[in-house]
């Protein structure tokens, strides 16, 4: 069998040269992709359409020397499988119909599965037409982050709408995060089934809270997922991405159980390196800007990140989700950059 050298860095085995993947690989950045995404109609559209959805995902494999494919889909499917209005707007991203205490209380998970077939049917899809050293990445929203979605309706800069509402109904956000918690234990243990190698937790809210907060609100309910999902799926694979968790990196590492931890591009690589253990696999952490530029401000940073993580288990990727403004050339130049010993 070939090896998924992704897979086995995941699982703690240090490579002579990191495994890469970016975040939104499959993006607007490809010609195909805004082709694709322009047959698909609508976004979600895309993301429901099991035919279309593989094709994008296998997009920036045909370009690139990328070691692993993840996914194409958005976080934001569990509200909609739930049954809260969900829709994607040109300009303005995510749209939903703000959720409150009656609509925590309406909410249902007994179809949600159902409604998320056809991301599960891309999935089998993607590992079926996925060369066999590819790891295949599956992902959900973390709690948390889609709470904040569903509370407010929309993105935030601070949260502010989720943050008072745990505050104050403590009791309704408790069970909002108890639904949340429990479909995304079928939906990764689904993803998983379907031929997933690999699931990984996108927490992409972490910051704005204090740490009693982070405990509570970000650490528990991955935690329980990751607890969840082993329990029908023995040693799963599971990469966590707590953007902007900061000091709270090594307690989320410790205390969720993730085998590798994403770093944000504002994470030190000192830091990283001196504070998380020296066992933990680590993935990141290029600023997409960087990327953007390319040129001298790229590449001497990729040499730093490959210096600063090559005595551990190292997944090179961005630190955040690859921008649409980046030029082509520039991502063969970053994997010929990894790529090098």
Request: net charge neutral.
């Amino acid at each position: 069998m070939a090896k998924k050298r992704m897979l086995a860095t995941v699982l703690g085995e240090r490579q002579d040269t990191p495994p890469i993947w970016i975040m939104r690989q499959a993006g607007r950045y490809l010609p195909e992709y805004r082709e694709t995404r322009a047959k698909a109609g609508g976004f979600l559209d895309l993301c429901y359409n099991p035919e279309l959805a593989t094709e994008v995902t296998l997009q920036p494999l045909r370009r690139f020397d990328l070691d692993a494919a993840i996914l194409f889909s958005d976080i934001l499917v569990i509200p909609d499988a739930l049954g809260q209005n969900v829709r994607f707007e040109v300009g303005e991203g995510p749209i939903l119909e703000p959720i409150g205490l009656k609509g925590i209380d309406g909410l249902s998970r007994e179809r949600a599965l159902e409604h998320l077939a056809p991301v599960l049917e891309a999935v089998t899809r993607i590992r079926s037409a996925l060369a066999p050293e590819k790891t295949l990445i599956g992902f959900c929203g973390s709690p948390w982050t889609v709470a904040t979605y569903m509370l407010n309706g929309r993105s935030s800069p601070d949260q502010w709408v989720a943050r008072r509402f745990a505050l104050e109904h403590p009791g309704a956000f408790a069970r909002l995060m108890d639904v949340l918690v429990e479909t995304s234990i079928d939906y990764l243990v689904a993803q998983f089934v379907a031929g997933a190698d690999v699931v990984q937790l996108f927490e992409s809210w972490a910051l704005n809270l204090d740490d009693a907060a982070f405990n509570t609100q970000v650490i528990e309910p991955n935690r329980r997922i990751i607890a969840g999902v082993r329990r029908r799926i023995p040693d799963a694979p599971i990469i966590g991405f707590p953007r902007g968790a900061a000091g709270n990196l090594k307690r989320y590492a410790e205390r969720t159980g993730v085998n590798a931890l994403g770093l944000d591009y504002a994470t030190p690589l000192d830091f990283a390196d001196s504070t998380l253990p020296k066992d933990l696999p680590v993935q990141g952490n290029l600023d997409p800007l960087r990327l953007v530029v390319g040129g001298a401000a790229m590449e001497k940073r990729v040499i730093e990140i490959k210096e600063a993580f090559a005595n551990r288990p190292h997944i090179f990727n961005l630190g955040h989700g690859i921008v649409p403004e980046t030029p082509i050339a520039h991502v063969e130049r970053l994997v010929e950059l990894v790529k090098k010993g």
